[in-house]
């Protein structure tokens, strides 16, 4: 059984099938030669694209930011789910008529829609036409360990933290009902803390400030899960967007195509499982720690070849008196010689791996220092020996021992590098991931991961 601490938890359902049958316009479906040109039967669903009305989808979006009992207020709860009814109506194809919305459920509330440990079948069941219908469920709130059975729990607005295993709403109950609607696929995410902690402070105050231990639920048959926090870590906010960091990752993701277009997309229009992945793993860690100076990254469990977002909406741009100038400038030509220059200090970076390696012996001294100044200003955090209260952090980056480029995009390339820091009295080793940012006048570090 995996043991999660201060997870947020999103559950990704999808109906095993064999691949001939798979819908590749819904949620949760591989996609595949085999699945594009065969034909579908007369009775099953028929394929759909976002920019088209899904009538049969069914979705629940819960919004707990209020709570009795003294709990600090999950601040941006509402939002998330404002957010996320925008990214089932207006890109998921969902009907608003279709979406059951709760702000502020009690357990009461909660259980009439999602059944209890004796009877699944409650308003969402009634809701849902087997076999045909999509299903969504998004949860934000606070969620609570079981101090006595060590299981995840839905925390209800009018529920006692220190007794969820009788007033909360277990996330294994909620998986286990979702299971038996026979929907066409399903999808589940919850944005919550599971540790007794949270980003508003501790829940649970007659348990010792630590971290409680809990463990994952039983995933059904063909359920794909992503933990957005592993280990210790804590779920964060997003402060300037008022959103759940996760959730803002998350929507960029989905709503703008950003996992499609970005790094590890493929820019085909949709948006699968690994290409999320892959986008929460280069944005959402980086902002947790920019943000927070706290680690904070997902972990994704499923085929990546599952389609999140069949068809990708990209917002229009409002129009601009003028247009920005371009970066990078037009290269031109030296008379003197037949290659392409740029004006200033540092040579248009080429395509290749060996065409930034040899950038990187050119000039690794300026290298080195962009390096150095950006470690001093935000990589610190990154490095320290010890436990509290006998922390020893990280002062200055002593050496580099070794730079390896592994990776071309643009006017960027991305550096695995070897160290010594010193602080505390102590000198250690470490490694990281470096994005370089080449300007005609400038090296800059972009963002540092591990």
């Known amino acids: 059984m995996i043991r999660l601490i201060a997870v947020i938890f999103v559950a990704l359902t999808a109906v095993t099938a064999p691949a001939s049958a798979l819908d590749a316009g819904r949620l949760g479906a591989p996609v595949s030669g085999a699945a594009r040109s065969t034909a579908r039967s007369p009775t099953a669903p028929p394929a759909r694209t976002a920019d088209q009305v899904n009538r049969d989808a069914v979705a629940v979006i819960i919004g707990n930011r209020s709570y009795s009992h003294g709990l600090p207020e999950v601040r941006y709860a509402e939002n998330d789910a404002r957010a996320v009814r925008r990214l089932l109506i207006e890109t998921l194809g969902y009907r608003d008529g279709n979406i059951i919305d709760l702000r502020n459920a009690s357990q009461a509330e909660m259980l009439s829609v999602f059944g209890n440990a004796a009877d699944h079948r409650g308003k969402l069941w009634a809701w849902v036409k087997p076999g045909v219908s999509d299903v969504f469920v998004y949860y934000s709130g606070h969620g609570v360990p079981g101090l006595r059975d060590r299981r995840g729990y839905l925390l ?53 400030p630590v971290y409680v231990l809990t463990e994952a639920p039983p995933r059904p048959a063909g359920m794909s899960v992503i933990t957005a926090a592993q280990g210790d870590q804590v779920a964060s906010w997003d402060d300037p967007m008022r959103l759940g960091l996760f959730t803002r990752h998350m929507l960029d993701a989905l709503l703008q195509g950003a996992a499609d277009s970005g790094r590890g997309g493929n820019g085909d229009g949709t948006v699968t499982l690994g290409e999320l992945e892959t986008y929460l793993d280069d944005e959402l860690t980086y902002s947790a720690r920019r943000l927070h100076r706290r680690m904070q990254r997902a972990s994704v469990l499923g085929d990546p070849k599952s389609v999140l977002v069949p068809v990708i909406h990209h917002p229009v741009a409002p129009p601009v008196a003028a247009a920005a100038p371009a970066w990078p400038p037009p290269l031109r030509t030296d008379p003197m010689t037949t290659s392409p220059t740029r004006d200033g200090k540092y040579p248009p970076l080429g395509p290749t791996l060996a065409d930034a390696e040899t950038f990187t012996r050119l000039h690794r001294d300026d290298l080195q220092e962009a390096i150095e100044t950006f470690y001093a200003r935000d990589g610190l ?8 209260p006998q922390v020893e952090f990280a002062e200055r980056m002593a050496a580099i ?28 080793t470490a490694a990281a991931m470096m994005r370089i940012a080449v300007a005609p006048d400038a090296l800059s570090v972009e963002k540092m991961w591990r």
């Open 156 to 208: 209800p607005v009018d529920a006692d933290p220190a007794t969820p295993e009788i007033n909360g709403v277990a996330l294994d109950l909620l998986l286990a009902n979702l299971a038996k609607l026979d929907a066409r696929s399903t999808v589940v995410m919850v944005e919550a803390c599971f540790s007794g902690n949270s980003a508003a402070g501790w829940l649970l105050r007659s348990a010792s």
């Open 381 to 388: 955090v990154w490095d320290q020996r010890g436990n509290p």
């Open 401 to 428: 021992d070794d730079l390896q480029v592994v990776q071309v995009a643009g006017n960027t390339f991305d550096l695995a590098i070897r160290y010594r820091w010193i602080g505390g009295g102590v000198t250690d």
